[in-house]
């Protein structure tokens, strides 16, 4: 069964950075379009940037130019750089897989336990 740790999180102040580790368990991992998705307290689950095989990528409107999202697939590790975090970028960082970018709302495996992001001053 795949499975997904993701690590990284913390408490941020406003303007810092923080880098986000998801480690697959899966031989997988490199054949499949890979995404980093966020819920906040009330809020639903949403994608915040995604990377294909090829090394595209694409972004939330509300993370484009502060977060960089890269992969390594010796390692079978997703990253998610975090810059200029914001408070508004508080929540619970998951990260999951799926075919292609386009489809990426909807990934295909199970959620992991998250990593927690708190920024505040």
């Known amino acids: 069964q795949v499975q997904r740790v993701e690590s990284g999180g913390g408490l941020a102040q406003p303007g810092g950075s923080l880098r986000l580790s998801c480690a697959a368990s899966?031989?997988?991992?490199?054949?499949?379009?890979q995404g980093w998705y966020r819920q906040a307290p009330g809020k639903q689950r949403e994608l915040v940037a995604a990377i294909s095989i090829a090394n595209n990528t694409k972004y939330a409107d509300s993370v484009k130019g502060r977060f960089t999202i890269s992969r390594d697939n010796a390692k079978n590790t997703l990253y998610l750089q975090m810059n200029s975090l914001k408070p508004e970028d508080t929540a619970v960082y998951y990260c999951n897989y799926g075919l292609t970018l386009a489809t990426m709302s909807r990934p295909r495996g199970p959620w992991g336990q998250g990593t927690q992001v708190t920024v505040s001053s």
């Open positions: 899966d031989f997988f991992f490199r054949i499949y379009d």
